[in-house]
């Protein structure tokens, strides 16, 4: 799998610092009890409770055993989204090949660093931050389209739901209406559904959203059934929806925009990762056929 820049920010992130062993874990155990170091003992006498790996924002990493005094320094790198390897170099003994082949992988599980040594899991815990150059890029709200970019005018209009993310069997995933619709219909023979749960189950599918000449994104939804015309009235009156071709566009609009030759959009949504705050602007690619992925839905022109 290729790693992205995001991929790489991210990873350097969690793994730059200082870690020290926390817990232990033997795959032998019945419940995988997570013994503290400074309790367990291994039946060759080896004590981990003064381990310790520190990795560097240059790749280096130094590896350390406050019991023997042995210490190893090294190099790391970023194989996975949250996987890293990283040279032992004979800092562990007693393994065969291929388990000091296997120590030599690192994993993140639950905000812990991992390895394997043998049939032990070490877990690590972070206790010290590391030194990152910050280089900070500039967000897409930042950035101002060229006059090339204001040309791109092609998503500009109204789209409907093409798939949207519903149960079909034991697939929870991306499906046209037509699959869930199918589906729907036998769970509601076999009493499965009730006829509002039906009603909503479908109801994405009846969702338009319109990219504006203007950069605006609004969303439309059909009036439900049970809301009656007064409610309606009162709704337009406070200012609290607006009614458009018989349909509610009841949100704020969001934004879109154009950018080095990519279309973005402004989800508003709270993104964070490790205390660092992630833009909200997802870039949307209409492919060969003309539609849009959304992660949650896809659509497709009218």
Known sequence: MELTKEDLKDGLKFIVGTWEAEFVVSFFSNDLAHVPVEMFKSSDGRDFSKLSMEFFEDHTAKLKDGITGREVDTTWEQTKS??????????????????ASKAEELSAQEGKLCISLGFLCIAFKKTAEGHITVTKEPDISDLQPSADDLKMKAIVGRWTVYKALAPVGDDFGLHTKDEVLAEFDKKKAAGELDDEEYEQGLQMFNMQMEFTDDYKVLTYMPIPKHITQEQIDEAVASGEVKIVDGMICGEEPKEWKAVNGDYWYNTEEHREVFGEIKSPWDKITPDADGFIDLKMMVIKKM
């Open 82 to 99: 949250y996987g890293w390897t990283y040279k032992a170099d004979g800092f562990f003994s007693g393994l065969t090949p291929e388990e």
